[in-house]
């Protein structure tokens, strides 16, 4: 992503409201809240009702409903074809992701069929029919199967997917971008390849898109190569619609892989490798400053207006290399980055399981605007392979208030300790402890 950022172009998702009528919906409203009191008669009480007596009450009590503040569950490990369940990001690898897994052969001996581009140069959703088969999709991972439309709701990779979801499965679309807008309903990329350079709206143009959601299963996403005339700024930016998810897909040769601004969005088990910091720090207009790229793994730039935020990041494989596959240094931004740049605070967030290093901070975890609420950052692994902080200016930055809000930052450690000398161009062998076994392997970074 470019430092220097065009106007936002952001689409507010529309949040619609069912008024239901009757006792039982005052009863959902008011219980909704902290706590929510009635005026008993007779009965016995359960699921967190108490009686207190209060004076002028009919019967001379209420009964008092106390709800749940509990956050959402951390979802179980995603079992996948033929490499079983990870539980950490530290156990990716190549084998577990992209559509050569899907297929059971090494990476390179996919078979995919390539998809031309429209004569406009780009493919758009409320056109299906340029990259989507006509015909029923049939789930299974024959490389003949190019996809169709759902015709009942059906479990793919762990997932219920609904009925009339568009499918795209082992096809190549470098040959273009899409645009979404409007409300063209939902599609899942499943073990796709798109290697072309994208511009800062990524593979998915959805600004002006307000109910759509996307999944990207087990793809292959990225620029061609480390060149800076191969620059890519990023690989998916979703901006419109809500609840996408990216699963199982390989990102590199970015400048940014992934870029969440919209709500719902779950990014599980992917791994982003490769980022590159094209034209280092003179940036691709020679002078540097507001033009240079900037690095980032998984960055949101926030949501204004928009409670909850929703994001699941798990069990990814994140690292910004240094120097990176052009010979540039690495010197910033983040692997995973909770930013505020569109405003709104973070609600409902769960970073957990992730293997991170290089960057510049390697975190920012929420605490760039007031007001984070249910952030919570757990059993996160750094590497000091490339610096000896994790990242060029440390681990972690702008961190929400842990312990207050639902706020919670729990076994985050190093992931290894290579110990000093990490500048981002030193050998692991040449430094303190080649093995990485320092003494900080397995300490606490930040939280408990």
Same mark, same amino acid.
């Given at each position: 992503?470019?430092?220097?950022k ?34 008993p ?30 956050n ?18 530290d156990?990716?690898t ?13 990476k ?6 390539s ?10 959703f ?43 499965q ?6 273009? &971008? ?12 499943? +073990? ?16 002006t898109?307000?109910?759509y ?6 793809s ?20 419109? +619609? ?5 699963l ?23 791994y982003? &490798? ?22 980032? +793994? ?26 990176? &596959? ?9 692997c995973i ?21 290089g960057?510049?901070y ?9 007001g ?49 000398? +990490? ?26």
């Amino acid at each position: 992503m470019i430092m220097t950022k065009p106007s936002i172009r952001q689409a507010a998702p529309l949040m619609a409201g069912a008024l239901v009528l009757g006792i039982a919906a005052i009863v959902y409203t008011r219980a909704a809240g902290p706590t929510a009191a009635f005026e008993p008669e007779t009965g016995s009480l359960s699921n967190g009702a108490t009686a207190q007596s209060v004076t002028g009450a009919s019967g001379s009590g209420v009964v008092t409903f106390t709800t749940s503040t509990a956050n959402t569950p951390t979802p179980a490990p995603t079992s996948s074809p033929g490499t079983g369940a990870i539980s950490h990001g530290d156990q990716l690898t190549l084998t577990h992701v992209g559509p050569w897994t899907l297929q059971g052969v090494s990476k390179g001996q996919e078979q995919l069929q390539s998809v031309a581009a429209p004569s406009r140069g780009y493919f758009r959703f409320d056109a299906p029919d340029e990259f989507v088969p006509t015909g029923n999709y049939v789930y299974n991972n024959s490389p003949s199967n190019h996809g169709g439309t759902l015709a009942a709701d059906t479990t793919i990779d762990g997932y219920l997917v609904p009925a009339g979801t568009k499918v795209v499965q082992f096809r190549d679309l470098s040959a273009a &971008d899409f645009y979404v807008s409007g409300t063209p309903g939902k599609f899942l990329f499943r +073990g796709v390849r798109s290697r072309q350079k994208l511009s800062g709206a990524g593979l998915f143009n959805d600004s002006t898109a307000t109910n759509y959601s996307v999944y990207v299963h087990y793809s292959d996403i990225g620029s061609t190569g480390a060149a800076d005339n191969q620059a890519s700024d990023v690989a998916m930016k979703f901006l419109g +619609g809500q609840d996408h998810r990216v699963l199982r897909t390989y990102i590199s040769l970015e400048a940014t892989g992934i870029q969440p601004n919209a709500p719902g969005v779950e990014i599980t088990e992917n791994y982003i &490798d490769k980022i590159i910091f094209y034209y280092g720090e003179n940036g691709p207009c020679g002078t540097g400053g507001s033009c240079t790229y900037h690095l980032n +793994g998984i960055s949101s730039e926030g949501m204004s207006n928009v409670t909850p935020t929703r994001f699941k990041i798990l069990r990814n494989h994140i690292t910004v290399p240094s120097p990176d &596959d052009g010979g540039h240094i690495t010197t910033q931004t983040d692997c995973i980055a909770l930013f505020g740049s569109n405003g709104g605070s973070y609600n409902d967030v769960l970073v957990e399981n992730n293997y991170l290093g290089g960057s510049g901070y390697v975190l920012y975890a929420a605490g760039e605007r007031p007001g984070a609420k249910n952030v919570r950052f757990l059993g996160n692994k750094i590497t000091t392979q490339w610096w000896t902080n994790g990242g060029n200016f440390g681990p972690v930055a702008a961190q929400a208030t842990w312990g207050s809000d639902g706020n919670v930052a729990s076994g985050n450690v190093w992931a290894d300790d290579y110990g000093s000398g +990490g500048n981002g161009n030193t050998a692991t062998s040449a430094r303190q402890y080649p093995s990485g076994n320092g003494p900080r392997r397995g300490q606490i970074i930040f939280g408990n």
